[in-house]
């Protein structure tokens, strides 16, 4: 059975997968990322744009404009007269003008859209053909420029390079506005009034059909105002709910009483004597006086004479004379009782149904009102328009007779426009506009040249595009030697090296988390091609692992371009190439890294002819099972596995894979593939490491950094005397842990 085997939960159809979808959708975070990452490109392509536009508006030849002003709302002698009238269009327009906020659609845009539209400019094209054959609608509505800078003024600008063309349609466009203002105004009048006219004999037909509506109602019911109605009725019912109330209080006393009457009769005559029910009645009291009295007397002879005696026999029998009459009164006592409840028993069924009916009454009238107040809705609503539609159209006769010009020319003699000036093009304008435009260019070109480029750069970017477990962020080492320089320069480039070592030996307690059923005792440092840094993560995890007081064989397995001896400082003369070819001690072999104590490492050794064929033997297998019975950790570092085969091999005695992803240098496909690759042979991996991030620092070298320059710590200032990375290491997590 093979090791990864034992961590089924880290098979590759789990971790071996590759977000595809992602890959067309950039997020916000994403896009500002790169924007900075190619703010040359961008800054590049901006300027050259807008150098461009500067160059043109200095090159090209000026133009002539021609502009005037129009008052939109004038006030004329007739303006005022017909406003002061109710119901006209200029009374409306002087509500709506005084009572607009600027929400929703300019009414002043809609007009500029209406004036540059062919209905008006047409006209005037015919006229300018006479002259000057060339000029179209087209040609006219795009030297035109109608703007509003002030409230209820127009201002008309026309540029053409000739200046008699621009003075002769500045002219055909004054006098055309001026006449479309009263046409407009005369053709809303004519055109509200045809409206009015068509509406109001509907308006009156209505009218007469909800009167007739209302008088069939008010004869057929009987009635003139159903909620006169209603009320009555109301009143009525709630009388008779109050005699119900009373009523039944009244029975439910009588049944109380009779229950209790049987209660005192099922008891014996000498309990009843106090009880109030049967008390009440005098005359059925005065017959169990005397049975209680004969009861006391024969009581008393009792003792005298016996049972025979005349006396005894005389005085039982008038107590069986008057036992009969004892029960003829309660039975008299009961029917009078059945009487009054079966009396008001009556009542309240009479109560009932006629509460009843007239519920029914109420809920009929209910109906009626309603429908009463709907036809009386009706017809207000029908009078109301018929009033409003009436007072429109003499309104509006008044207003059709209207005929001065609405607007007005802005200039000293009210007649002409402002004579032509020659113009050009704005470098300032052309420059703003060939700024943004440029800006806009540039921003494109980076997100299609980031795409384009293929590369993971962020470590947001390997998270949104993968689902694999990322086991720890590594960043750029250049970044930790950056540090800006003081008093305590040293010190602080010790604390950098602390820090940086730090990140490993988290990402060696997170590796060991994976295997917390059966601990992880071997793995394969690789990555999908050349320069991602595996053999550096290599090194360093190791490092930490050894540092952790674990005893850690590093083996360098890369025996196509063998590179862990020169980065530990020793000699590669005997290897792994060694061990396998010429069956070899592989504890001769070994050496103990001079970086740490319970590091050990075994080089490459020769480069062999067929590294496959050595890495694919049984005896390579029986090595691999020796060193991991031998060391508590064994770290492979293979070659790339984009086109090698040597890593697959490897991993499959091995609990799995850590894939190494250089960001700035991997890229996407070769990072699909690769994962692609190991999904079809089955190979473990374990997770993922971001190397080279720009963007992650150690979180430790603040916090370090405070203490050094505070210079509040003693074991710090001794630790630095001393220059013992492995102390300060443990001095900065004193530090934190307090």
């Given at each position: ?12 159809a ?10 067309d959708e ?16 961008i ?6 744009v807008?150098t461009?536009a ?5 090159t090209?030849p000026?133009?002539y404009?021609?502009s ?13 007269v017909i406003s002061?009238v109710?119901q ?6 002087a ?10 659609a300019?009414?002043?845009d809609?007009?500029?859209?209406v004036?540059?539209?062919p209905r ?10 006479t002259k000057?054959?060339?000029?179209s ?6 030297g ?15 540029t053409d ?9 500045s002219?055909?466009?004054a006098d055309?506005?001026?006449?479309y ?8 009048v004519?055109?509200?009034?045809e409206?009015?006219n068509?509406?109001?004999k509907p308006?009156?037909?209505?009218v ?8 069939n109602?008010?004869?057929?019911n ?8 209603a ?13 119900q ?13 009779y229950?209790d009457?049987?209660?005192?009769l099922?008891?014996?005559l ?23 009295a ?8 009792s003792?005298v ?6 006396a ?13 009459l ?8 009961q029917k ?14 009479f ?7 007239l519920n ?5 009238i209910?109906?009626l ?15 109301s328009?018929?009033?409003?539609f ?8 008044i ?8 607007w007005?020319?802005l200039?000293?003699?009210l007649t002409?426009?402002n ?6 093009n ?20 980076a997100?299609i ?6 590369i993971?750069y ?9 689902k ?18 003081s008093?305590l ?12 070592f730090?990140i ?6 997170n590796?060991m ?5 059966d601990p ?5 440092i690789?990555s ?10 290599a090194v360093?995890?190791?490092?930490a692992a050894?540092?952790m ?6 083996v ?11 980065r530990l ?5 005997q290897?792994?190439?060694d061990?396998?070819?010429q069956?070899m001690?592989?504890e ?31 005896k390579?297998q029986?090595?691999m ?11 492979y570092?293979?070659p ?19 894939l ?5 240098h ?14 079809i ?6 997770g993922m ?15 370090y950094?405070?203490y050094?320059?505070?210079?509040i710590?003693?074991?710090?200032v ?8 492995e ?6 997590r004193?530090?934190r842990?307090?």
């Amino acid at each position: 059975m093979l090791k990864s085997d034992k961590h089924p939960y880290l098979s590759q159809a789990k971790s071996a997968q590759f977000n595809n979808n992602d890959d067309d959708e950039l997020q916000i975070g994403q896009i500002f990322t790169i924007l900075r990452r190619r703010i040359l490109l961008i800054s590049g392509i901006t300027a050259l744009v807008a150098t461009v536009a500067v160059l043109k508006a200095e090159t090209d030849p000026p133009v002539y404009l021609g502009s005037f002003e129009i008052l939109t709302n004038r006030v004329t002698g007739e303006t005022k007269v017909i406003s002061s009238v109710p119901q006209t269009i200029s009374d409306e327009d002087a509500i709506s003008t005084t009572g607009s906020s600027g929400k929703g659609a300019s009414p002043v845009d809609t007009t500029i859209q209406v004036l540059r539209s062919p209905r008006v400019l047409d006209p005037i094209v015919e006229q300018l053909k006479t002259k000057y054959p060339y000029i179209s609608y087209h040609a006219l509505a795009n030297g035109l420029i109608i703007t509003s800078q002030l409230p209820n003024i127009l201002t008309v600008q026309y540029t053409d390079p000739e200046e008699k063309v621009v003075s002769d349609v500045s002219k055909l466009l004054a006098d055309a506005y001026l006449a479309y203002s009263l046409q407009e105004r005369q053709l809303d009048v004519d055109q509200a009034i045809e409206f009015v006219n068509k509406q109001t004999k509907p308006i009156e037909a209505r009218v007469k059909y909800w009167q007739n509506q209302l008088r069939n109602l008010q004869v057929e019911n009987n009635l003139i105002d159903p909620a006169q109605r209603a009320q009555e009725l109301a009143s009525q019912l709630a009388g008779l709910r109050q005699q119900q109330i009373e009523n039944r209080l009244q029975l439910e006393q009588l049944v109380s009483r009779y229950q209790d009457l049987q209660k005192e009769l099922a008891q014996s005559l000498g309990e009843r004597a106090g009880n109030s029910l049967l008390s009440e009645n005098g005359r059925y009291q005065r017959i169990l006086d005397q049975i209680q009295a004969v009861d006391i007397e024969i009581a008393q002879r009792s003792a005298v004479y016996n049972e025979e005696n005349p006396a005894m026999v005389t005085l039982k029998e008038r107590k069986a004379y008057l036992l009969p009459l004892l029960a003829g009164e309660e039975m008299r006592l009961q029917k009078e009782l059945q009487s009054q409840i079966r009396t008001v028993s009556a009542r309240d069924q009479f109560l009932y149904d006629k509460i009843k009916n007239l519920n029914n009454d109420v809920r009929y009238i209910a109906t009626l009102s309603r429908d009463y107040g709907n036809i009386q809705q009706q017809l207000g609503i029908a009078n109301s328009s018929l009033t409003q539609f009436t007072a429109k159209q003499q309104a509006l006769e008044i207003e059709k007779a209207q005929k001065q010009q609405p607007w007005r020319l802005l200039d000293p003699k009210l007649t002409t426009v402002n004579q032509p000036s020659a113009v050009s093009n704005s470098a300032k304008l052309n420059l703003a506009i060939g700024g943004v435009l440029g800006l806009l260019l540039g921003i494109g070109a980076a997100l299609i040249v980031d795409k384009l480029s293929n590369i993971f750069y962020t470590v947001q970017e390997l998270k949104n595009n993968t689902k694999l477990p990322l086991l720890g962020i590594v960043p750029l080492r250049k970044e930790l030697e950056a540090a800006p320089q003081s008093n305590l320069s040293r010190g602080l480039e010790q604390t950098n090296r602390a820090s940086f070592f730090e990140i490993f030996r988290s990402l060696y307690t997170n590796i060991m988390l994976l295997g917390s059923d059966d601990p992880i005792r071997s793995l394969v440092i690789s990555s999908a091609g050349q320069g991602d840094g595996k053999s550096t993560v290599a090194v360093q995890l190791a490092q930490a692992a050894a540092a952790m007081g674990q005893r850690v064989l590093l083996v360098d397995s890369n025996l196509r371009c063998p590179i862990l001896h020169q980065r530990l400082g020793i000699l590669n003369v005997q290897g792994l190439t060694d061990v396998i070819a010429q069956d070899m001690d592989w504890e001769n072999v070994i050496e103990r890294s001079p970086l740490e104590e319970n590091l050990f490492v075994m080089t490459a050794g020769p480069t062999p002819p067929d590294a496959v064929r050595l890495l694919a033997s049984k005896k390579m297998q029986d090595l691999m099972n020796e060193l991991q019975s031998s060391f508590d950790l064994v770290i492979y570092d293979t070659p790339p596995l984009l086109g090698f085969a040597d890593a697959y091999l490897l991993a499959s005695n091995t609990n799995g894979i850590v894939l190494v992803a250089g960001l700035g240098h991997l890229k996407r496909t070769a990072l699909q593939q690769v994962l692609e690759e190991m999904q079809i042979s089955g190979t473990p991996l374990l997770g993922m490491i971001a190397n080279k991030s720009k963007d992650a620092t150690p979180v430790s070298h603040n916090y370090y950094q405070q203490y050094y320059k505070k210079s509040i710590s003693a074991e710090i200032v001794e630790v630095e005397t001393e220059n013992n990375d492995e102390q300060v290491s443990s001095v900065f997590r004193g530090i934190r842990r307090r």
